[in-house]
């Protein structure tokens, strides 16, 4: 059982994890063992609220394919058991990101003092600017 947050939790059997064989360098132990993880979790299927899998499925992130599934593939340590625990965290830290409530923003108007130092600036810069030109000689 993957403890998401206080409310969410995540069944083991909705999590499929392979071990795989590593990428990279790490010499004759690479070709030797299955250390990596390959996560794989289906958002669709999932027991997770309808909220969340909404929110999932419409981010841009390249880790969730276009049929909503996440893959996370986790080669980042030596051993197994830590590659997992990494793949299980950065699942956890991807669906805690959606149980975020983002605040609406609540449109604001310019206030009349701001208004008038604005005006008063672009007069200032007009004057400015309006001294640059050519000096006539009498």
Known sequence: ML????????????????????QGSGGQNVNKVASAIHLRFDIRASSLPERYKE??????????????VVVIKAQQ???QEM???????????LIQSVTVERKTRKPTRP????QRR???NK????????????????
């Not at 499925?57 to 394919?65: F, G, P």
């Not at 007069?123 to 309006?130: D, E, M, P």
Request: hydrophobic share 35%; net charge positive.
């Open 111 to 114: 206030t009349l003092g701001s």
């Open 77 to 79: 340590f030596r051993t």
């Open 55 to 68: 929110r999932l499925l419409a981010m841009s992130d390249q880790r969730i394919t276009s049929d909503g």
């Open 3 to 22: 403890k998401v947050t206080a409310n969410i939790d995540i069944p083991d059997h909705e999590i499929d994890m392979q071990a795989i064989r590593a």
């Open 118 to 120: 604005r005006v008063d």
């Open 123 to 138: 007069k200032n810069r007009g004057k400015i600017k309006a001294l640059r030109g050519k000096v006539d000689k009498d």
């Open 83 to 93: 590659n997992r625990e990494n793949a299980l965290a950065r699942l956890s830290q």
